[in-house]
């Protein structure tokens, strides 16, 4: 094995020299503070405002994950504000991707080419300042991915992880094989994994379950959307408790698609939000009873969401936040968002400008996640397999949750790819030049 860290593809652990280990540290800290001064003090939006300004009074909801505001309110104690959030996501997100790089089998100079190709990646940038819960995941995840293996230090950052979104679950199998079948897996491993990442997600549950005060249940976040969906496309009605019902005799006139989801269910349309107990288990039982009477609607439905949060036709929303937008009537007892600075505006206006190049449409990530995972697997690469497969299983999870299609939604399954073609790309190059070697 040399100083660079270069290992065999059976995904022995790669070792870098101390002197390589301190550049890529070095390169990793200058990228973060770099991403720090660019998107300072951190955006908001109104689900981010909401958040802090439950951190700040201690009432907590299950609406968002209450982990995050509970890490804020602690962070509060130091930074007011969003900078904190911005400092956690940031370290944890560039720590992950140091420690990542030094296992890559490849020299010194290509690893840090991978950090700085990342760090100012378009796709990945474009989103990075926001203070959301999407980034904050993504950012535990791979801290997670490049503490793999490291028995003590794994087990909470990936807890963390999953304790950042409900659905994180779904990305979780990934990361766990990461760490414990990193020369590739077993029907023995596998069971493990899937032991473990069900342990996570339950043990995620009961803790943002004992931080809530109120229940909100976000499970009819997509429930309402789906019973939206099929009784439009199917002519029927559905028996919800009137707490979820503005008008139960009104049908919706028109064909129903995603894009008015808000209109549907927080305007004159027939449904709305409702945190009553009774009447969220009334929902649910119909929810299933739809589903199983209407698959092919449901299916239909889901399909135009995958189609959408895909980018398939057109980029998905929010795929760029280059200042805080929330509205200070929307969450109230929060101070005014600050203005952008104009290197902000600089940042904001340039990524917004990519748009028209197709490059923050997910499909194409998913595309490259996919022919990532399986030429790892077949040379034998099982840790960028397994960061790219994370990101592939996380995405497919959507077609059952995704409430909209939004760009941050498939956040992570965008990371994950670019961080397994670029660990691919460094070592076959490297192979190819040893190869190249050898024969002369």
């Given at each position: 094995?040399?100083?660079?860290?270069?290992?065999?593809?059976?995904?022995?652990?790669?070792?870098?020299?101390?002197?390589?280990?301190?550049?890529?540290?070095?390169?990793a800290a200058a990228c973060a503070a770099t991403w720090i001064v660019v998107f300072y003090p951190g955006f908001m939006s109104?689900?981010?405002?909401?958040?802090?300004?439950?951190?700040?009074?201690?009432?907590?909801?299950?609406?968002?994950?209450?982990?995050?505001?509970?890490?804020?309110?602690?962070?509060?104690?130091?930074?007011?504000?969003?900078?904190?959030?911005?400092?956690?996501?940031?370290?944890?997100?560039?720590?992950?991707?140091?420690?990542?790089?030094?296992?890559?089998?490849?020299?010194?100079?290509?690893?840090?080419?991978?950090?700085?190709?990342?760090?100012?990646?378009?796709?990945?940038?474009?989103?990075?300042?926001?203070?959301?819960?999407?980034?904050?995941?993504?950012?535990?995840?791979?801290?997670?991915?490049?503490?793999?293996?490291?028995?003590?230090?794994?087990?909470?950052?990936?807890?963390?992880?999953?304790?950042?979104?409900?659905?994180?679950?779904?990305?979780?199998?990934?990361?766990?094989?990461?760490?414990?079948?990193?020369?590739?897996?077993?029907?023995?491993?596998?069971?493990?994994?899937?032991?473990?990442?069900?342990?996570?997600?339950?043990?995620?549950?009961?803790?943002?379950?004992?931080?809530?005060?109120?229940?909100?249940?976000?499970?009819?976040?997509?429930?309402?959307?789906?019973?939206?969906?099929?009784?439009?496309?199917?002519?029927?009605?559905?028996?919800?408790?009137?707490?979820?019902?503005?008008?139960?005799?009104?049908?919706?006139?028109?064909?129903?698609?995603?894009?008015?989801?808000?209109?549907?269910?927080?305007?004159?349309?027939?449904?709305?939000?409702?945190?009553?107990?009774?009447?969220?288990?009334?929902?649910?039982?119909?929810?299933?009873?739809?589903?199983?009477?209407?698959?092919?609607?449901?299916?239909?439905?889901?399909?135009?969401?995958?189609?959408?949060?895909?980018?398939?036709?057109?980029?998905?929303?929010?795929?760029?936040?280059?200042?805080?937008?929330?509205?200070?009537?929307?969450?109230?007892?929060?101070?005014?968002?600050?203005?952008?600075?104009?290197?902000?505006?600089?940042?904001?206006?340039?990524?917004?400008?990519?748009?028209?190049?197709?490059?923050?449409?997910?499909?194409?990530?998913?595309?490259?996640?996919?022919?990532?995972?399986?030429?790892?697997?077949?040379?034998?690469?099982?840790?960028?397999c397994f960061i790219a497969f994370s990101g592939l299983a996380c995405e497919l999870g959507l077609f059952v949750v995704a409430p909209s299609s939004d760009y941050r939604y498939s956040y992570w399954m965008i990371v994950s790819a670019l961080i397994?073609?670029?660990?691919?790309?460094?070592?076959?190059?490297?192979?190819?030049?040893?190869?190249?070697?050898?024969?002369?």
């Amino acid at each position: 094995m040399s100083i660079s860290g270069v290992t065999s593809p059976d995904g022995a652990r790669s070792r870098t020299a101390p002197g390589g280990r301190t550049v890529l540290a070095l390169v990793a800290a200058a990228c973060a503070a770099t991403w720090i001064v660019v998107f300072y003090p951190g955006f908001m939006s109104n689900d981010s405002a909401d958040q802090l300004l439950q951190a700040r009074t201690g009432e907590l909801s299950d609406w968002h994950p209450p982990v995050m505001s509970v890490l804020w309110r602690a962070l509060e104690t130091f930074v007011r504000g969003p900078f904190g959030m911005l400092l956690l996501q940031t370290a944890a997100f560039w720590t992950g991707l140091a420690l990542l790089a030094g296992r890559i089998a490849a020299p010194v100079p290509a690893k840090v080419a991978l950090l700085l190709a990342l760090a100012v990646a378009p796709p990945i940038v474009s989103i990075a300042g926001a203070i959301w819960k999407d980034v904050l995941m993504v950012s535990f995840l791979v801290l997670a991915c490049g503490l793999a293996g490291r028995r003590f230090v794994f087990w909470p950052i990936a807890l963390l992880a999953t304790l950042s979104r409900y659905n994180a679950v779904f990305a979780m199998l990934g990361v766990v094989l990461l760490h414990v079948a990193p020369d590739g897996p077993t029907p023995r491993r596998i069971a493990g994994a899937l032991a473990a990442t069900a342990a996570l997600f339950a043990a995620s549950l009961a803790i943002n379950a004992s931080l809530a005060d109120r229940r909100m249940y976000p499970m009819q976040m997509f429930a309402l959307d789906d019973l939206s969906a099929i009784t439009a496309r199917t002519g029927t009605v559905a028996s919800v408790d009137p707490c979820h019902q503005r008008r139960s005799d009104l049908k919706m006139a028109v064909p129903y698609d995603e894009p008015k989801i808000g209109a549907a269910i927080v305007s004159w349309r027939r449904f709305r939000y409702c945190s009553d107990d009774a009447a969220s288990k009334t929902l649910v039982n119909e929810w299933v009873r739809k589903l199983v009477a209407h698959p092919l609607a449901y299916a239909s439905y889901r399909a135009g969401m995958a189609r959408r949060l895909l980018g398939l036709n057109d980029t998905p929303g929010n795929f760029v936040l280059a200042r805080s937008i929330y509205s200070t009537q929307a969450v109230p007892g929060l101070e005014e968002p600050p203005p952008a600075s104009e290197l902000q505006d600089w940042f904001g206006t340039r990524i917004w400008e990519l748009r028209s190049y197709g490059v923050f449409r997910p499909w194409i990530y998913g595309l490259l996640g996919i022919v990532a995972c399986a030429l790892a697997a077949a040379t034998g690469r099982w840790r960028p397999c397994f960061i790219a497969f994370s990101g592939l299983a996380c995405e497919l999870g959507l077609f059952v949750v995704a409430p909209s299609s939004d760009y941050r939604y498939s956040y992570w399954m965008i990371v994950s790819a670019l961080i397994a073609t670029g660990w691919l790309v460094a070592e076959l190059a490297n192979g190819a030049r040893g190869a190249a070697r050898r024969r002369s």
